[in-house]
């Protein structure tokens, strides 16, 4: 049943989902009231109507493991990045066991000069967590890179639901409205964050703005 349940989340990203999934997802599910947040500081919250419009951040350097794909569609390539990455996590690893998970999990996109689509490849980033971030078990995939990520400033917008091309689009617009005119964040890189697994309709996610150094 629940692998039915993801096969069909899956299908509304036009991706197959193979059946040595099923091992990974129920073990995700064992797990899944155990997250790890990713460490980072608060910097500043700015609000509009006594909520908070958007927040900087400054996440420390740090091991993530990171897949690169680039599918015709943005959903298939976070589809098949994240299956590669669930595999890694629950048991494709050099110590064989269950490494735990994170989140955010983050989905790096750029946007074509014209800055109207999304270029096609993304990378999808897992943080180790804090037990493994001295000493990284390694991917038995060799498309999974466990990499030491830089230290980053973000500023950062809270949004809901699905993230599609034309939805990421939207949000990183209306977050240039609130911002207004500024060169001291990327206008090419962005960051899609995703806080909750896919099967939630209503899922957490967040635009990152990338501060310059």
Request: with cysteine.
């Amino acid at each position: 049943r629940l692998f039915a349940h993801w096969e069909a989340v899956a299908s509304t990203h036009r991706v197959s989902l193979p059946r040595d999934m099923a091992g990974p997802i129920a073990q995700m599910a064992r797990h899944r009231q155990a997250r790890e947040p990713v460490p980072y500081v608060s910097l500043s919250q700015h609000g509009k109507c006594e909520a908070t419009a958007y927040e900087e951040r400054r996440y420390p350097a740090g091991k993530w493991a990171c897949v690169t794909m680039g599918e015709p569609m943005y959903e298939q390539s976070i589809s098949m990045s994240f299956m590669k990455l669930m595999r890694y996590i629950c048991k494709e690893n050099s110590v064989g066991c269950h490494l735990g998970m994170t989140v955010p999990v983050l989905n790096e996109i750029h946007l074509t000069k014209e800055g109207t689509e999304l270029e096609r490849e993304v990378l999808t980033a897992y943080y180790l967590p804090g037990e493994f971030q001295q000493n990284p078990p390694a991917p038995t995939d060799p498309e999974i890179h466990v990499t030491e990520r830089a230290p980053l400033r973000v500023i950062t917008r809270v949004f809901y639901g699905m993230t599609t091309e034309e939805t990421i689009l939207r949000e990183i617009s209306l977050f240039w409205e609130l911002l207004g005119p500024t060169d001291t964040v990327l206008r090419e890189t962005y960051i899609v964050a995703s806080y909750e697994n896919p099967s939630v309709p209503q899922r957490r996610n967040e635009i990152w703005f990338i501060c310059r150094t």
